[in-house]
């Protein structure tokens, strides 16, 4: 006879099951970062460097698990990659981490990493593309927010940094929002994201086999029967398109 305990975690509705296994694979995936920010720390100096390009290469999932329902194993593992990579804003990271709450505190940490990461905006890019083809819709729909963000969705406005290092690319057309109905869209400017914000700088370091990829999840998203990633898709096409041109010339 099987324990009480294990009747009653398989009681219920198939959305409580559902529910109680994406609790489960939540913490074990929240104790697998926090063990990860433990090696981080106490690598010590032999493996500093190794150590160093393996939290790098952590960046853009730990940034996106910072919206899990349970952020605070990832908020730790983040600020412990920023000081082994010595940023620039280690200090407002920790008050954004610790104390910040809302869209005005996700995107200023957002701003903190790329610009901590100067001239590595191509590699967040391509790192985050994974991500449009996640089952987890979360995930799915931060990267999306990382990659182009509009300016009507609450999540998306712009920072409240202070003066940080300005490398947009132009001014932009207004464009209804890509998150809602277009009837429910204002024409609103986007907000960016890193798409646009450092446009410049993608086509300079972009290659042809990047850009192949960049539209080759922009094309599944085309035919994804999620409205919104379709209608982000629809929205960020001209970008990807102009984005292309300007690298297969050099």
Known sequence: MAPAGHCHRWAGTEGERRVAAGREQEGVRGGAIFLY??????GGKKFRQALKSHAFQALVPLLFHLADSCPEKAKLTFLRCAILLKWEF???LFRKLAWGHGPGAENDIFIYMVESNFNSYHQFL????VYLDSPNRRLKLTAMKFIGRCGHCPIHVKPQSGALRSTGSASWAPAPCPCLPPSAAPPLPPAGGILQDYFSNLCFYLKKDDVKTLKKYFETLRQDPDSMSRR?????SKDVAELSQYVMIF
């Not at 982000?232 to 960020?236: A, I, L, R, S, T």
């Open 37 to 42: 920010g433990d090696v981080i720390y106490s």
């Open 90 to 92: 280690r200090k407002e």
């Open 126 to 129: 391509m790192q985050a593309l």
């Open 232 to 236: 982000f898709c629809k929205h960020f």
